[in-house]
């Protein structure tokens, strides 16, 4: 099956305090269309690095991304932002609504780096407010919501612009148990309809509610593991 996105001998090398830090040593990734990962490893292990990469917030030191035949190493800096706009959907651990807009506004945020809303658009907005469970809230502000709600927008709001993939950070973080299986149940279905997700996480248990987990240590692959069907079934 051809990658939604294909990392190849990536290296991030940052000069701090006169010394060079390897954020990213040669790190080597495929993600099929329709994968479910997680990307998991310690503190300094190179998944933030990774993760600003793979959403086009920074640029590799080496190396080739690709999202499908495209290499975004070779875009310019307004191309990588239409890229951020168009084709990645970001969910947040913190959310990151603005507090001022509705439901349905802050869904349809991406719409205005894209062109602007109109009524094709509105109607998609509304409908993915429905299909997270907020139909009846698409009035409401941030404020009056719950944790798992505000977290739902993100979600509908990530795939307004029918992005290639979804890329979650740590989006369970900040809720409780009840919620994040209400949150990862939605990740889970989205991903049988064809959603490729890339999600970095430190919590075992959600790691293991996707179909693939890699492994970062010290800014290198250190495994690269497909879930079983039994313990996918099993969690």
Avoid: W
Avoid at 31 to 54: I, R
Avoid at 90 to 101: D, K, R, T
């Amino acid at each position: 099956m051809k990658p939604a996105v294909s990392v190849q001998n990536i290296f991030k090398l940052y000069e701090m305090d006169g010394e060079t830090v390897h954020a990213l040593n040669g790190v080597t990734l495929e993600v099929p269309q329709g994968d479910f990962v997680s990307v998991m490893g310690s503190s300094g292990s190179g998944k933030s690095t990774l993760l600003n990469l793979l959403g086009c917030l920074d640029r590799p030191t080496s190396g080739d991304i690709y999202f499908g035949d495209d290499d975004i190493t070779q875009l310019s800096d307004n191309q990588l932002s239409e890229i951020r706009a168009t084709r990645v959907g970001f969910i947040f651990q913190s959310y990151n609504l603005i507090p001022q807009l509705t439901v349905l506004e802050n869904i349809e945020v991406p719409l205005f780096y894209a062109g602007g809303v109109n009524t094709k658009m509105r109607k998609r907005s509304m409908e993915l407010a429905a299909m997270v469970g907020l139909a009846d809230r698409i009035k409401h502000r941030p404020t009056q919501l719950s944790g798992g709600q505000q977290q739902r927008v993100a979600i509908a709001r990530s795939l307004v612009n029918d992005p290639y993939f979804l890329l979650a950070d740590e989006p369970t973080g900040n809720l409780d148990s009840a919620t994040t299986e209400e949150i990862l149940e939605l990740l889970t279905n989205l991903n049988k309809q064809g959603k490729t997700i890339i999600m970095v996480t430190h919590e075992p248990d959600v790691g293991n509610r996707t179909k693939r987990i890699v492994r970062l240590r010290d800014g290198k692959v250190a495994s690269d593991r497909e879930l079983e069907k039994m313990e996918l079934s099993n969690v």
